[in-house]
């Protein structure tokens, strides 16, 4: 049988003048299909970073900033799932894929506590010194003081508008607790191998980190 031909299923119209500019935009920058260093990466993973990109000038003006003076954002892999419609393993592949690039970091937190993510800026010469040496940066030590958001839908664009977040700086207690808990975590890393499980399992890296994060909660507490 002959194969059928799509159908439409609306009658759209045409852009007239500047007509597009009536829709927002996620913004994915050239250099990641332009970059050699880049090419490699899978388009969806490309996708998100814009996405995540894009989250970045709201939690900019929200004031979700680290000692450092450091943009973090909270994006969870449900986000991720609803974002582009797809499954969990691949969410968390995606993820995983943009952090292997050097094009984001994950802080995790422990308590049920969403990652903070870090999306970084790969377009100055800097970034790419970094990206050749990742073992010598340490852009991933992330200060005690960080704004804890209140809420984690809060820093989310719907289409041209965006919800103002609230924030509340974590206590000294915390940051003891935080200091003691990157002891633990450091301890447990090297303790369970968790490198060479996440090479060896990376589909199951959630689960993993859940363990972790279930032995030093207990530790910590």
């Known amino acids: 049988m002959p194969e059928k031909k799509p159908t439409r299923t609306a009658d759209l119209d045409y852009f007239y003048g500047q007509s597009s500019e009536l829709f927002s935009f996620y913004r994915i920058p ?3 299909f ?7 990466l899978s388009t969806d993973a ?3 970073y814009g996405i995540l990109l894009d989250r970045m000038s709201l939690s900019a003006r929200n004031g979700w900033l680290d000692k450092a003076g450091r943009v973090f954002i909270i994006y969870t892999v449900q986000e991720v799932q609803d974002s582009l419609g797809c499954a969990d393993k691949k969410a968390t592949k ?5 952090e292997e690039y050097g094009l984001i970091e994950r802080k995790r937190r422990g308590l049920g506590k969403p990652d903070l993510i870090y999306v970084k800026n790969f377009s100055s010469e800097s970034s790419k ?3 050749l ?7 991933g030590v992330v200060q005690n003081t960080l704004q804890d958001p209140a809420k984690l839908r809060c820093n989310k664009t719907e289409r041209n508008n965006t ?19 990157e002891q633990l975590e450091e301890y447990f890393s090297q303790s369970l191998e968790v490198d060479l499980l996440l090479r060896l399992c990376p589909d199951d890296e959630d689960t993993i980190y859940q363990i972790m994060d279930l032995l030093v909660d207990t530790c910590a507490t």
């Open 94 to 98: 995606l993820l995983r894929e943009l």
């Open 30 to 32: 050239k250099l990641l």
């Open 34 to 40: 332009q970059d050699s260093r880049f090419q490699p």
């Open 163 to 181: 919800e103002i977040s609230d924030t509340d700086p974590i206590s000294s207690d915390e940051n003891d607790w935080m200091s003691e808990r």
């Open 46 to 48: 490309k996708t998100l």
């Open 129 to 131: 010194l970094r990206f």
């Open 133 to 139: 040496n990742r073992d010598n940066d340490d852009s």
